[in-house]
């Protein structure tokens, strides 16, 4: 079997997020800055930005991999109340 992929691999799109709720894209990947003290979804096509997740209380051992989840929640919140308003 080569199903078994890493998770690497997936770095040009967001597991578990919603398409781009103002172009319909499913082309998103992850921002971040420098310093890894925040990170965001973001849509390749339009550059469109989700809301901000950054490190809390100061924990420098923040796992990188539990703020791009909290990245991937804030943008699927956004995604239905954009839509609510059309
Ligand atoms: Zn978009």
Do not use: I, K
């Not at 080569?2 to 967001?14: C, F, G, I, K, Q």
């Not at 082309?27 to 339009?46: H, I, K, M, P, R």
């Amino acid at each position: 079997m080569t199903a078994r992929v890493t998770e690497l691999v997936l770095t040009s799109e967001v597991p578990g997020a919603e398409p781009c709720p103002f172009c319909g894209s499913s082309d998103l990947d992850f921002g971040a800055t420098s310093d890894d003290s925040e990170c965001w979804v973001e849509c390749e096509n339009c550059g469109t930005q989700g809301p901000y997740a950054t490190v809390g209380c100061g924990d420098e051992d923040e796992d990188e991999v539990d703020l791009e989840a909290d990245a991937v929640a804030l943008w699927n919140e956004r995604v239905p109340a954009v839509r609510d308003r059309h």
